[in-house]
């Protein structure tokens, strides 16, 4: 089945940039979009953004809308969450996701990765 391999979450200083990287590996691709959501302490989970794997059409939650960009490269099978500007309430671990589907007016999946915290200070 397919696995996700995450890397890229560190310290960074407000107004500062990461790049997450998540490489899929496996027998079978299971879904038709991949994507990231994170996870603050104390707090659920929640969408960041998504992107089709064919056509590179991606959606992004309005908290990061203008600061984050997902791209995908088809020949690594690897997705990317550039983060740009940011802040620290971004702070959260991030979870690369596959086989993101839009279901009940919100994203899910069933495919995660293991998650690479994001610290962002002050």
């Known amino acids: 089945q397919v696995q996700l391999v995450e890397s890229g979450g560190r310290l960074v200083q407000a107004g500062g940039s990461l790049r997450l990287s998540c490489a899929a590996s496996?027998?079978?691709?299971?879904?038709?979009?991949m994507g990231w959501f994170r996870q603050a302490s104390r707090k659920e989970r929640e969408f960041v953004a998504v992107i089709s794997w064919s056509a590179g059409s991606a959606h992004y939650a309005d908290s990061v809308r203008g600061r984050f960009t997902i791209s995908r490269e088809l020949g690594k099978n690897t997705v990317y969450l550039q983060m740009n500007s940011l802040k620290p309430e971004d702070t959260a671990v991030y979870y690369c996701?596959?086989?993101?589907?839009?279901?009940?007016?919100?994203?899910?999946?069933?495919?995660w990765g293991q998650g690479t915290q994001v610290t962002v200070s002050s």
């Open positions: 496996g027998r079978t691709f299971s879904g038709y979009a």
């Open positions: 996701a596959a086989g993101v589907f839009y279901s009940d007016g919100e994203y899910k999946s069933d495919t």
